[in-house]
C-alpha cells in the first residue's frame, strides 16, 4: 500500500520570503504520479502542481516548484515570493496503477504580512 | 474550467436520519470519488466510480454506500447518520485518461447531532 507522510502540521513565512513544504512517500510502483493541492478557508480544493515519476525534470507553475528525488522518495513544494493568497491548507498526494489518490495529513501554511 | 458542485455547502442533520449529499460535474469525467475530511487525517476514500453503475469501495466505506445512475451524477448516502460521521465530505471527479489529476468540489460540513 502507499503512504504519503507531511511531517510538519503547521508553517509559518513572512510575506515575499520563499517557503519549502515537505513530503516522502512511499510506494513499490516504478510509474506514478505526485500532485500538490491547495486548500484555502474558503475550503475548495485546488490543483498547484504536478509531477510525473517518469520526468527528470521538476514540475514549476510560476512561483511554485517542486524538489522531486524519486530515489529518496521524496516530494517537495517550494513556494517563491509568498503572498497573502497562499495561506491556506496543503496537501501532498501520490497515485499510481489502482487510480486512486492517497492523501498526506496535510500542513496548514500561514503567510505572515 | 472543470466544475464540480455539491448540493449543500452545510448540513445538519438528526441522529438516525437518512442523508443524501449530491454531486454534479459538468466535464463528462468518467471517474467520481467521495472523501471524508477530518483534521489531522487528512483525506480518506469512502466510495468511487469509475463509470455509470460502478462503485468500489474506499478505505472508510463502512456506514456508507453510494448511487451512480447519471454519468455527471454521483451521490454519497448515510443510511442511518451517527455523530461519528460529522465531517466534512469532499466530492472529486477526474478524466479517465490524462494525468489523474482530480477535479474538487466545495465541500459539505456535515453535522449529526
Known amino acids: 500500500a502507499q503512504t504519503v507522510t507531511q511531517s510538519q502540521p503547521e508553517m509559518s513565512v513572512q510575506e515575499a520570503e520563499t517557503v519549502t513544504l515537505s513530503c516522502t512517500y512511499d510506494t513499490s510502483e516504478n510509474n506514478y504520479y505526485l500532485f500538490w493541492y491547495k486548500q484555502p478557508p474558503s475550503r475548495q480544493m485546488i490543483l498547484v502542481i504536478r509531477q510525473e515519476a517518469y520526468k527528470q525534470q521538476n514540475a514549476t507553475e510560476n512561483r511554485f516548484s517542486v524538489n522531486f528525488q524519486k530515489a529518496a522518495k521524496s516530494f517537495s513544494l517550494k513556494i517563491s515570493d509568498s503572498q497573502l493568497g497562499d495561506t491556506a491548507m496543503y496537501f501532498c498526494a501520490f497515485t499510481g496503477a489502482n487510480s486512486k489518490l492517497t492523501f498526506g495529513k496535510g500542513i496548514t501554511l500561514s503567510v505572515r504580512p | 474550467d472543470v466544475k464540480v458542485t455539491q448540493s449543500s455547502r452545510y448540513l445538519v442533520k438528526r441522529t438516525g436520519e437518512k442523508v443524501f449529499l449530491e454531486c454534479v460535474q459538468d466535464?463528462?469525467?468518467?471517474?467520481m470519488f467521495w472523501y471524508r475530511q477530518d483534521p489531522g487525517l487528512g483525506l480518506r476514500l469512502i466510495y468511487f466510480s469509475y463509470d455509470v453503475k460502478m462503485k468500489e469501495k474506499g478505505d472508510i466505506p463502512e456506514g456508507y454506500s453510494v448511487s451512480r445512475e447519471k454519468k455527471e451524477r454521483f451521490s454519497l448516502i448515510l443510511e442511518s447518520a451517527s455523530t461519528n460521521q460529522t465531517s466534512m465530505y469532499l466530492c472529486a471527479s477526474r478524466s479517465a485518461g490524462g494525468f489523474y489529476e482530480q477535479y474538487f468540489g466545495p465541500g459539505t460540513r456535515l453535522t449529526v447531532t
Open positions: 466535464m463528462d469525467h468518467e471517474n
